[in-house]
């Protein structure tokens, strides 16, 4: 499959053919502010790729095809703020008990774990098998003890990408990540949590970039 990616101005173009078709090659140059003629090896990018076709005395059309091949544009454009979830967060104090009770009861794979009200680790379902298997008393055990601890935790910040937070999944092969918003205090950085960002998120992303 030939993957074209298209630079800012010819999406400018589609959108306006989109929105206007038919239009005529000057019309769009207007509204664009630019001449015909700059406009032209674009007009050839977006007509060989199929995207548009051009009628004669008519103008432009545009008819889709190859859209869908432009993901790379649409997963390193979209933000995580765009698609992130409510994230579930309980304090450290929490026995493993009601943290295993809230993620039954929220349907969720990670809870995020706060002290003082900023981020200081993550626990998942297998932190909490280990802990079982382990022989531990899951009531008296808080999640503070089995949870993954900061510094090793990853975040992203609400303005990264939804590609930057797949890489992370990936790289660091984990289910979910925080969504986090730096705070100063007594000029120590502090974690706020903003929200959550899951494999289940990117993979409705791509069902809905599939589907437009
Ligand atoms: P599961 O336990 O359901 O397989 P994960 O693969 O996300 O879920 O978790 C695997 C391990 O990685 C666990 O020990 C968990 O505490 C840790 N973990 C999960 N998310 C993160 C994260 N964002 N940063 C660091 N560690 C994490």
Not at 67 to 74: G, P, R, V
Not at 76 to 94: G, L, N, Q
Not at 180 to 197: A, M, N, P, T, Y
């Amino acid at each position: 499959m030939i993957i074209i990616e298209f630079n800012s101005r010819q999406r400018r173009i589609i959108e306006i053919v989109k929105n206007n078709e038919p239009i005529t090659s000057e019309n769009i140059a207007d509204k664009l502010n630019l001449t015909r003629a700059t406009l032209r090896p674009d007009f050839a990018i977006l007509t060989m790729s199929g995207i548009l076709e051009a009628r004669p005395k008519v103008g432009y059309f545009y008819t889709g095809k190859g859209e869908k091949e432009d993901i790379s544009y649409k997963v390193s454009e979209i933000r995580v703020a765009d698609i992130k979830s409510v994230p579930v967060v309980v304090d450290e104090k929490t026995s493993a008990y009601d943290a295993i009770v809230s993620m039954f009861l929220e349907d969720v794979g990670t809870i995020f774990v706060i002290s003082n009200g900023y981020l200081t680790g993550v626990v998942s379902r297998k932190d909490f098998l280990k802990s079982c298997i382990g022989g531990m008393d899951i009531n008296k055990v808080p999640v503070g003890v089995i949870m993954t601890r900061m510094p090793n935790i990853v975040t992203v910040f609400a303005n990264e990408t939804v590609l930057e937070a797949a890489q992370k999944i990936i790289e660091h092969e984990v289910d979910s990540l925080p969504i986090v918003e730096k705070e100063l205090i007594e000029e120590k950085e502090h974690l706020k949590v903003l929200g959550r960002i899951s494999k289940t998120n990117i993979t409705k992303l791509l069902i809905e970039i599939a589907n437009t």
